[in-house]
């Protein structure tokens, strides 16, 4: 969910949501006028001519690997950015053990110190 939030710069951010608007128009649009391609296709097989029928097939065949071909590019993009994203920030959380030697009341404050850093370098 970090990603999401900042996935790093401001065009990133604007590709993704802007693919995710297309995606969520693009699909019920191509899936409708596919629908409306074949049916037109079925009617001219029975009423009208072959060709007119080939062709909404062909119209239908192209639109939907069109969309499925877009799909495909833009999640490998995204994919390929989100994998870029997580080599280049790491968070890394460094959890002190309780040490024997350290007084009790010191001990607990060390027990659940954490330390962050948000660089390429983790110093462990």
């Not at 939907?64 to 968070?91: D, E, G, P």
């Amino acid at each position: 969910l970090q990603w999401l939030r900042n996935p790093g710069p401001q065009h990133e951010k604007r590709t993704l949501f802007g693919d995710m608007v297309c995606f969520l128009f693009i699909t019920p649009l191509a899936t409708i006028s596919g629908w409306l391609c074949l049916r037109g296709a079925a009617d001219h097989l029975h009423f009208s001519s072959r060709l007119e029928a080939v062709g909404l097939i062909a119209l239908t065949v192209a639109l939907f690997t069109i969309c499925l071909f877009w799909t495909l590019v833009s999640f490998r993009y995204h994919c390929r950015l989100y994998n870029k994203w997580r080599r280049t920030n790491q968070q890394v959380m460094l959890l002190i053990p309780k040490s024997a030697n350290v007084p009790s009341n010191h001990q607990s404050f060390v027990g659940l110190q954490t330390l962050k850093r948000n660089s390429e370098e983790t110093i462990v």
